[in-house]
């Protein structure tokens, strides 16, 4: 890639580039589009710079994007912030406070909720709903690996944390508190399976669960001990879609 990484920023910003892209059915990490990310970070030099009447330090590099009505986004006040190489499309909405960092993707009309992160190069499709205190994980590094992908339509509850480059596919459905990473297990009890790439499929509705610990723990088992995992109960229909519905209440 020849561009600098000004260039690449300002690319990102404007949603002509990405930092992974869905190719053949498929998403795929752009390494290059990373490298010039973080070049970004290691020529940056720390800088003074206000919001409001307070005063922030960061690299003079990736500081918070300003917004205004040609946009075409809520970003509501209290403290929220967008930072540098981000993109948030139109109609997109921003309660405070929450962050956006560098190199994410939020597609248009997405609800991002009070107390939401999302993480560096992360990936949010068109409509998805990111309820109050979700954390969706960044991967900058190590450079080839998949950022966090919630694909359109998606519906993400309170409290969530998704991180380590999970895919939640289009119309699935996490009830709150529910914890994905690549440690944390998946049991689809539709289809009576273990799912083990990472890949929640389309329409799952996924609540938290629990499994019990290795029977070799002794002690634990005896206590009763369990870990957490995640449970597929069923898929989403249309009376399961008639109660997220009042989404678009809010967003009218």
Known sequence: MDKTFNEVLLELE????????KIDGVWVTQTKVKEKILEAFK???LAEFKMGEQTFIDKHTLLPQEFNLDRGIRLVPGGSSVRRGAYLGKGVIVMPPSYINVGAFVDESTMVDSHVLVGSCAQIGKRVHLSAGVQIGGVLEPIGANPVI???DAFIGAGCIVVEGIIVEEKAVLAPSVTLSKSIPIYDLVNECEIKNGIIPKNAIVVPGNRPISTKHTWGTQLGLGLKCAVIVKYRDEKSQESLNLESLLRD
């Open 14 to 21: 404007k949603g002509n580039l990405r930092s992974a892209l």
């Open 43 to 45: 020529n940056g030099q």
């Open 150 to 152: 919630i694909e359109d």
